[in-house]
Each structure stands twice: as C-alpha cells, then as structure tokens.
C-alpha cells in the first residue's frame, strides 16, 4: 500500500533540489524535480518551494561577490532543465506568470552574455521571458511590444558606440503609441544608472539578479 | 632624456624627467573612423593612415609616425601578423588562424562561432590549432625592431600576439561552454588552458628570436576583469590561471632583457598582488570606469612594487567629458599614480569614434603639459584631489566566504 509521503519527506527532497541547484548540479536538480513531482508536490510548490530560493540565493551572492559568472551561469542552467519539465504542468494550470518580459540585445551589437543570463534569472524568477535575440531593430521591438503586451521591455547594449540604440528604439515604441504601457529596462557594461535617467528609461541594473529584484518590485511583487 | 632612458627610470621607480606617453598598440591605439575626424579637426590632409588596419576586429589603425611625434609618444609598437585569416564568402565576416568566426557588426567585428563549443577533452588532439611555428606571424618584424633600435630612442614594445589563455579559451570555446567548464569540468578547462599555454609559449620563443634583442618592453594581453567584478573568482584565478601565465611571463622574460607590461581590463583588485607574484613589472589598463579601481589607492597600495600604464578611461570619461574636464582628469591620474615616477600614461583602450577630437588633442596637451617632474600641480588639482584618502575598494570578493543560506521554508 502506498503511504501520503511525509513533510520531512517532502523538504528532504525540495532542500536537496535548492543546494544542487545552489551547486549548478543538472542532473540531480532534474531527478530530484521528478521525485518532487512524483511525492505528490504541486509544479507550482517546486518553483516557489525550492527553484525560485535558490536562484534567489545565487543573485545574492553574486552580488555579494561570492559567486561570479561561471557559478551563476552552472546554477541557471540546472534550473533551466528542471523548469523544461515544470513548464508545461504550469501551464496545464492555468497558472499566470509574475510578468512578461520582452528582451533583446539593440541593433548593431549581437553580445548575448549578459542578456542570456538575465533571461536565465527573469524565467528562473517566475517571468514569461520573449527573447527576440541579438541585433533588434527598433521595428521588431516594438512589433513584439504589440503582440505580447509585456510589463517590461529590456534593451542590452556592450559598447558605447551600441548605447546610443536605447532612445531610437524607445522612440519608435512612442511614437507606435506603446511607450506608456510598458517600464524599459536598459544594460551592458558601459550603461549607467545617471545613462538611463538621461535617456528616461525606467530602470537599470547592473546584472541579472538585481535585474529581477527590481522587475518584482515594480510590479510590488517583491 | 631620451624616451628609453626616461622608460628605464620608471620601470627601476625612479623619478624621469616627465611622464612617458604610450599609444598606438593592438588594443590602445584609435578607430579608424575616429582617426579620420581627428585628421579633419587638424585640418592636416596629408596624415596617412586612415586605411592602414592594425587589428580587424576592432577596427583600429596604425596612427601615422607623424601624429606619434605630435603627440610625444615615447614608444613604438611591433605587431605581429594576423596569417591563416579566411574571408566568408558572402558575408562581411572572417574566421582567424583559430578557427573563430567573427562578423562586422556597426564598425568592428564581434564573435560569431566558437569552434570548440561543442568539443570534449579527446576533440583538443584533433582540433587544427595555429602553427606556433609559422615564421609570418612575425615577418619582417626583426627588422623594423632593430631599425629602431639603431636609429631611434624610442622605446620599442612587442605587442602581444592577440589573446591570452582565458581570452582565447573564452572565445575557442564559446563564452557560455568556457564559463560552464569553470564551474564544473575543471578537467577539460584545464586542458584548453594547457594547449594554450603551450602554444604561446612556442610562439613567443620564435617571436622573440626575431626581435628580442631589440626591445625593452613586452605586451602581453588576457582579460581576467569585468565591469563590476572579476570574471571568475578570485581562489580559481589563483588555481587555475596564475600558475600558467606566471610559467608563460618567466619563459617570455626568459628569452630577453625586457619588462613584461600585463592587459586586464576590468575590475580587478582582489588578485594585483597575485599578479605581481607572476612577473609582472607593469599593470595595464588600470579600467579607472571599473569596479574599485582607485588609481590614488592602488599606488599607495601596489606602487613600490609595479608600474602602472594606462589609467585614461576610454568608456566613460573622454567620450562623455568635456576637453576641460579631460585635462582635469590626466592630471589627476598623474598625480595618483605618477608621484615618484612608475607611471606611463596611456589611453586603456583604443580611442572611439564616440571621443571628441577636442578631448583627444586635450588629453595629449595636458600629458606633455602635467607630466613634468617635479610634479607642480598644486594649482591644478582640487585640495582633495591633491591628498585624497585612499579609498580602499570595497573588496567584496576579499571578505570571508558568505554563508550560504539554507532553503527558506513557508
């Protein structure tokens, strides 16, 4: 007879998911999601309960410069293997997504790095991420804008000669009429906090960690 | 005295006559489109040049000997050849003698395709590496050294041959397969990084045979920094990298009578003594736009024992400033890291094509017009630039290790 798993059980398992996620352990991460999902715990518990903490622990301490990109990018992808089999129960729920996110490195500049790992971050932490890629016209942000409707807009840039693509692509989405309804995240190594006040962006961050922490408390989801 | 005498006197921290000024390198030199606004702000037709490419990727030219004397630049750079490069048919696009594909993007070329990025330890005995032997690399450049030599003062530089063991590890394998490797395949990271060592290794042996006898100064270039942070931690810098280009710049030092100038850009303060204990007589860039890179600091801290080169930020502070605030800046880098002499004054990259040439001419005016010794800018200098507190970088990757936090439950 099959005995109701335990709560000690059940933890065992979700703080087992939490450090090897932690560790950028794939395979275990992806086993023991499985063994979560097959002790009964709900798609939307290991998110919440073990894969959304841990992320949130590797931004904490990559921010504190315990963790630098190599760690980072290790734990991303093994919550990425978990969330290929969290997806699709999710959305067999009806579940909604914290937010929607639309990313894109800007026209002239095809650098991905730090753009992939916020996408990384933002799906990790809950968000229904469009990556439209590297090198994004202004025309294709703003077509994107129109048919997802995100909360938020993120434009990447690498060089100083790229940044000057952030106000061209605001620009055309005010000018399609859709500058209001989204808050535009603007980043890369030469941008600067008083660089997007100047060009009237609604944020920036400086990686992939605060990146989110500031989407969730846009949206007072924090 | 003359630039190799003033060079020898900063390198043996001493006191020169005035602050030795260094451009035109493979990465501190200008963009070609910024070299020709400069040409038409000088309203001088005849400077040459403006085709002459000195790195493909990034789009930089080889500024005309006439503009090096303009500008009292007191060295003079050899460059090795790019060899094995195969165009893309079809696309503005070329693969290097490593097998990577880079594309032009705006005005320079980025990273396209990485061959290794799928590869495994077995795919580094069969990967076509460079032939370290291959004598076109450094065609010709024997000679032009020991012109030079023979019928100048300046101060002649080897630049590096493009790409360092992370760098080029970085960019063989693909950014994402590299960094991934870091966290957990040291094994495969490990081996990239020995193949690599050994081939720069024979390179510079060949290299140097042509133009050792002729130099004081070597380049050699790998980026360990980014913008806020190291790229890998400090304790897997320390295991993985310093061991093998502190066994490179003892081979390279080795092979002549010369001082090894050492590229990083980026933040990196928690490993400058590391990188002293490699052999390194001078620091560059000094990224001053970086994460904690105080200059006032660092020469409290490191100036006895490394020169520093560099220090003019080309990120933030000469295409956003304005030639007045240009100047103001050189004289502070002066100050901070010039006091008693081991400083060269150098731009930390190439200059853009987003820098005024108003702040390009500025920057070279207030080098020859700062840079005399004894240093009189008492009346240049803010009080508080003038005896700064050293502003101890905030060394978050110093402190003791950060406890992990166990997993919240509800």
């Known amino acids: 007879m099959i005995t109701k798993p335990t709560q000690d059980e059940i933890d065992a398992v979700l703080d087992g998911i939490y450090e090897h996620t932690l560790n950028g352990q794939a395979e275990p991460v992806v086993a023991l999601t499985e063994q979560a999902l097959a002790l009964g715990v709900e798609p939307l518990g290991v998110l919440f309960d073990a894969l959304i903490p841990a992320l949130e622990e590797v931004g904490r301490l990559f921010e504190a410069g315990e963790y630098f990109v190599p760690e980072m990018l290790v734990a991303a992808k093994a919550m990425q293997g978990a969330m290929g089999i969290l997806k699709p129960l999710i959305a067999k729920t009806g579940a909604k997504p914290v937010g929607t996110f639309v990313m894109g490195t800007v026209k002239g500049d095809i650098h991905d790095i730090g753009k992939d790992l916020c996408n990384i971050m933002l799906e990790g932490g809950g968000f229904e991420l469009i990556d439209l890629g590297v090198n994004v016209p202004p025309e294709v942000f703003v077509e994107a804008v129109r048919q997802h409707k995100p909360d938020f807009v993120g434009m990447s840039a690498f060089l100083t000669t790229t940044i000057p693509m952030f106000r061209p692509t605001m620009d055309a989405l005010a000018a399609a009429g859709l500058r209001e309804g989204v808050k535009i995240f603007v980043g890369g190594a030469p941008v600067t906090q008083e660089y997007a006040d100047q060009i009237g962006a609604d944020g920036y961050a400086p990686n992939a960690s605060v990146l989110v922490r500031k989407c969730k408390e846009m949206l007072g989801r924090a | ?410």
């Open chain 2, 1 to 410: 005295m003359n630039p190799r005498q003033r060079f020898n006197a900063v390198v043996n921290h001493r006191e020169p006559d005035r602050v030795p000024i260094d451009w035109g390198r493979h990465v501190g030199s200008i963009h070609r489109a910024g070299y020709v606004g400069l040409k038409h702000h000088l309203g001088d037709e005849e400077l040459r040049n403006e085709d002459a490419v000195l790195d493909r990727m990034v789009q930089n030219v080889y500024p005309d000997e006439k503009l090096l004397r303009k500008f009292n630049v007191d060295f003079r750079w050899l460059e090795p050849h790019w060899v094995g490069v195969q165009e893309v048919e079809g696309e503005d696009a070329y693969i290097d003698m490593w097998g990577i594909k880079w594309v032009k993007m705006l005005n320079s070329y980025s990273l396209y395709q990485s061959p290794l990025a799928e590869a495994a330890i077995p795919d580094l005995d069969t990967f076509p590496w460079p032939d370290p032997y291959n004598p076109a690399i450094w065609a010709g450049l024997g000679e032009r050294a020991r012109w030079l030599h023979e019928n100048t003062d300046y101060v002649i530089v080897a630049d590096s041959i493009k790409g360092g063991l992370l760098t080029k590890a970085l960019q063989i394998c693909g950014y994402m397969r590299f960094f991934s490797a870091l966290a957990g395949e040291l094994d495969f990271a490990e081996a990239v990084l020995d193949k690599l060592l050994w081939l720069y290794k024979e390179m510079w042996s060949g290299y140097m045979a042509e133009v050792g006898p002729y130099v004081q100064m070597v380049y050699f270039t790998d980026d360990i920094g980014a913008q806020n942070n190291m790229l890998i931690s400090p304790p897997l810098f320390r295991r993985l990298l310093k061991p093998r280009l502190a066994a490179l710049f003892d081979h390279i030092k080795g092979l002549g009578d010369v001082k090894l100038s050492y590229h990083t850009d980026g933040s990196v303060t928690p490993v400058i003594q590391d990188i002293v204990e490699m052999g390194v007589d001078i620091l560059n860039p000094i990224q001053t736009s970086a994460m904690g890179m105080d200059t006032y600091w660092m020469k409290e801290e490191f100036g006895d024992r490394l020169v520093f080169h560099g220090a003019i930020d080309v990120q933030q502070m000469l295409p956003f400033s304005t030639p007045g605030q240009v100047r103001y800046d050189v004289a502070k880098r002066i100050w901070d890291l010039g006091r008693g002499g081991g400083y060269i004054l150098s731009t930390c990259h190439d200059i853009g094509e987003d820098v005024p040439p108003e702040n390009v001419l500025a920057m070279f005016a207030a080098a020859w017009e700062y840079g005399n010794y004894p240093l009189d800018l008492a009346s240049v200098l803010k009080p508080e630039d003038l005896h700064p507190l050293a502003s101890k970088p905030d060394l978050a990757q110093q402190k003791a290790p950060i406890e992990r936090r166990v997993r919240p439950k509800r």
